[in-house]
């Protein structure tokens, strides 16, 4: 097939999401009670969820049905489309092939609608009035800005105080949907007066602004918490992402070796890696899928498997993760995004079990892997999707020097229009190298009184 852009029909939107937890050799450990480290059931999930979201976070069902009101909400902008990267591979010089799935054109300019829209669909069958979350980069804050606006459900977001200055136009996008959004830490919360109390300048993290939203929604019973990732269920809306895409290729008459996603928490990675690792594990092919990390955040290629909590405060239940402590703040990279210390449940087993892999990037080599996206396909990338570029011009130059056509999938997430600023410094020469170093790694984790895994 010799077109640049392979396109899928509206008839042909995923009927149903992939739980990848049913085709898993090592199921997930299960999350342990924060306070007294005994295993929790679903019921402990119950202050914070609608109990609709809590079966499919714990479902062993392979598919899971797609609402008709949330397919439709997903016609506004799905099936996206997938390209192939010609002049990104003629720049490279390269044999190999190069795809890329594009979920920029959503609303909100990311992949982060498709478990928005689903998160907020059941959240409203349950009168739910309001809903809190926490945003990175704002892309989950938006996203779910829109849902909670087109299911008519308040929406209140905490955003890490460095995006929140670092990116205005995010909040005023997310305000423009009605929501209300907050620099993380404030003084309105516990949790953020904790955290202000131990350091006044803080830039804040995912893990603060977790705690505070977390804390706003289990304080009041008419308002329900939702999470931008991480957590199964999360990962599986996704999927949608990577089920286009296996049709996709398949009308283009390929199959990648190498899939690639940027990494923050795993809702990126998961959703368009596991509908072709289900390949590998029912059909026996063999697709390497990589999740790219940034150096700053290294918590798949630095981090310990071990019990951790989701949140810096220790609110949230405990969870099987890769990570590199709930107290670990990142360096104030531009990819707010990833800018998260641990990893999904399921996503880490999966790395323990040697069944994906994992690359971390310094933010100048993934802005130089940006602007030569920019410069040969016309989209400015976000700078998480620098991340996967960045690991996919590595997989291509390998070819060249090995010979190899290989096929390389890329999950371009989002555009990064919102994000010119972080490009002007990097343009300017005034974007700083940032990699943690493992004295800092080892420093924070030796606070960690969290139950470690064999």
């Excluded at 342990?32 to 976070?57: D, N, V």
């Excluded at 044999?95 to 959240?123: C, D, R, W």
């Excluded at 990732?229 to 992402?241: A, E, G, K, R």
């Excluded at 909590?309 to 104030?332: E, I, K, Q, R, W």
Aim: net charge negative.
């Amino acid at each position: 097939m010799s077109t640049r852009k392979i396109t899928l029909s509206e008839k042909e939107i995923p009927e149903a999401w992939y739980n990848i937890v049913a085709d898993m050799p090592n199921k997930p450990l299960p999350p342990l009670h924060p306070g007294t480290r005994a295993p929790i059931g679903p019921e402990a999930l119950a202050p914070l969820f609608p109990m609709a979201l809590i079966q499919q976070e714990v479902s062993q069902e392979k598919w899971i049905e797609i609402p008709e009101e949330v397919r439709e909400v997903y016609k506004i902008w799905r099936p996206t489309p997938m390209f192939r990267a010609r002049n990104l591979e003629k720049a490279l010089d390269t044999p190999a092939k190069i795809y890329y799935k594009y979920e920029g054109v959503s609303p909100s300019g990311s992949h982060k609608p498709n478990t928005a829209v689903a998160q907020a669909y059941y959240n409203k069958q349950e009168g739910v009035k309001r809903i809190t979350t926490e945003t990175g980069a704002g892309q989950w804050g938006s996203a779910l800005s829109f849902a909670c606006q087109h299911f008519g459900i308040e929406c209140e977001v905490y955003m890490v105080k460095i995006s929140f200055k670092q990116k205005p136009y995010r909040k005023i996008l997310m305000n423009t949907w009605g929501a209300q959004v907050y620099a993380s830490p404030t003084d309105t919360t516990e949790a953020g007066r904790k955290v202000l109390a131990m350091d006044p300048d803080s830039p804040g993290s995912l893990g603060i602004a977790i705690s505070e939203a977390v804390e706003r929604a289990a304080s009041d019973e008419h308002t329900k918490y939702a999470l931008g990732s991480v957590l199964n269920h999360v990962l599986m809306h996704q999927t949608v992402i990577g089920l286009e895409a296996v049709k996709q290729m398949e009308k283009a008459g390929d199959l990648p070796d190498i899939v690639v996603a940027p990494f923050g928490g795993g809702s990126n990675f998961a959703g368009i890696s596991f509908p072709f690792l289900r390949l590998n594990l029912e059909e026996g092919k063999n697709i390497r899928c990589i999740a790219s990390e940034p150096a700053s955040c290294p918590k798949l290629t630095r981090g310990v498997f071990r019990y951790d909590f989701g949140d810096m405060v220790g609110m949230t239940p405990l969870l099987p993760m890769y990570t590199l402590g709930h107290n670990f703040v990142p360096a104030p990279i531009h990819a707010g995004g990833l800018r998260y210390h641990g990893a999904g449940v399921v996503v880490s087993q999966l790395l323990r079990d040697k069944l994906i892999e994992a690359r971390a990037h310094d933010q100048l080599e993934c802005f130089e892997a940006g602007v030569l996206f920019a410069k040969t396909e016309g989209i400015l990338p976000a700078p998480e999707t620098n991340h996967a570029i960045a690991t996919a011009i590595q997989e291509a130059k390998r070819c060249k020097e090995e010979g190899r056509a290989e096929t390389i999938l890329i999950h371009l997430c989002g555009h990064g229009n919102f994000d010119l600023a972080a490009y002007e410094t990097y343009l300017s020469g005034n974007l700083e190298h940032h990699e943690v170093t493992q004295e800092e790694i080892e420093a924070n984790l030796a606070q960690l009184d969290t139950p470690t895994i064999d």
